[in-house]
T-cell receptor, first 112, second 115 residues
Framework: DAKTTQPNSMESNEEEPVHLPCNHSTISGTDYIHWYRQLPSQGPEYVIHGLTSNVNNRMASLAIAEDRKSSTLILHRATLRDAAVYYC?????????????FGQGTRLTINP | EPEVTQTPSHQVTQMGQEVILRCVPISNHLYFYWYRQILGQKVEFLVSFYNNEISEKSEIFDDQFSVERPDGSNFTLKIRSTKLEDSAMYFCASWRPTRGSYGYTFGSGTRLTVV
């Protein structure tokens, strides 16, 4: 399974943008970049995914480097409810029943 | 929005007892998974299930574990003889590859405490 590297923790203030980085230097051409988050005492929750182009949805934006060796999850205006562990995960394009491999993720703290 | 439902939310059992953790995946999903998370540790894959059979299992998923989809709606994880180290949160997930929806949906989990 291709590996990702994320900072252990980050801190931001409420109503400010948050940029969560992820390095995946060994990504293959058929790997999608997925982001999940885990709120306290909850199961993981899908946030966004992308392959090459930047992506936006109602939860966040995903900026993917041109060489695809890194990506950044952007929360445009953080709220206290965004405090969670954020996971960056690579998943092959030929998905089938392929599992998700979780790392330690980035623990995001939001200050009021 | 459709949800994955897990019951019970918390189960306490004595070492050596059998437990069954239950999940109701989203109704039109095709792939089903169990993960676990020991307190303070990573979310770990246990098993994937598709077309009424196991697609992949991890080293954790030994002979003490089994999964079933008995009636087309429930998806269960059985641990035959629980050990103290089985204490963890167990998450069920389901997925259907559809255009615009590539994320798994996870349940809120069952906290299993083995005493």
């Amino acid at each position: 399974d291709a590996k990702t590297t994320q900072p252990n923790s980050m801190e931001s203030n409420e109503e400010e943008p948050v940029h969560l980085p992820c390095n995946h230097s060994t990504i293959s051409g058929t790997d999608y970049i997925h982001w999940y988050r885990q709120l306290p005492s909850q199961g993981p929750e899908y946030v966004i995914h992308g392959l090459t182009s930047n992506v936006n949805n109602r939860m966040a934006s995903l900026a993917i480097a041109e060489d695809r060796k890194s990506s950044t999850l952007i929360l445009h205006r953080a709220t206290l409810r965004d405090a969670a562990v954020y996971y960056c995960i690579l998943r092959g394009i030929y998905q089938g029943a392929q599992k998700l491999v979780f790392g330690q993720g980035t623990r995001l703290t939001i200050n009021p | 929005e459709p949800e994955v439902t897990q019951t019970p939310s918390h189960q306490v059992t004595q070492m050596g007892q059998e437990v069954i953790l239950r999940c109701v995946p989203i109704s039109n999903h095709l792939y089903f998974y169990w993960y676990r998370q020991i307190l303070g540790q990573k979310v770990e894959f246990l098993v994937s299930f598709y077309n009424n059979e196991i697609s992949e299992k991890s080293e954790i998923f030994d002979d003490q574990f089994s999964v079933e989809r008995p009636d087309g709606s429930n998806f269960t994880l059985k641990i035959r003889s629980t050990k103290l180290e089985d204490s963890a949160m167990y998450f069920c997930a389901s997925w259907r590859p559809t255009r615009g929806s590539y994320g798994y949906t996870f349940g809120s989990g069952t906290r299993l405490t083995v005493v």
